[in-house]
């Protein structure tokens, strides 16, 4: 559960602009501000199983636009390499072939 969590703030932080402001709204308050179903369908006057729908409904929409535009995988790329970067300063006598082919593969993301 963490991880779908995890994944749904990234995906919500890509991809936020791209809902209404309901959806915008509703999904903050439940994985950001960690609001139950209850607490929201409360807050907005309407029955749980309107939130449920919203949110699921909400939480596809941002895996279509993430297998679409692929920006959460790229910047999980690009942390990625920049670790491997940061390992390679830390050599003792890092090798100027490894930096460069790790800058490439960086260029390449985007």
Do not use: C, W
Not at 4 to 30: A, C, E, G, I, V
Not at 75 to 98: G, H, I, T
């Amino acid at each position: 559960m963490l991880e779908k969590t995890t994944r749904m703030n990234y995906l919500y932080d890509f991809y936020h602009s791209l809902l209404t402001p309901k959806q915008q709204s509703y999904m903050s308050l439940y994985y950001l501000d960690d609001f139950s179903l209850g607490e929201i369908a409360e807050e907005y006057d309407v029955s749980r199983q309107a939130v449920y729908d919203n949110i699921k409904r909400t939480e596809a929409m941002l895996e279509e636009y993430e297998e679409k535009l692929l920006l959460f995988h790229k910047f999980q790329e690009r942390m990625k390499l920049l670790r491997n970067v940061k390992e390679l300063l830390n050599e003792d006598d890092p090798s100027k072939l490894a930096m460069l082919e790790a800058v490439a593969e960086l260029e390449n993301l985007d």
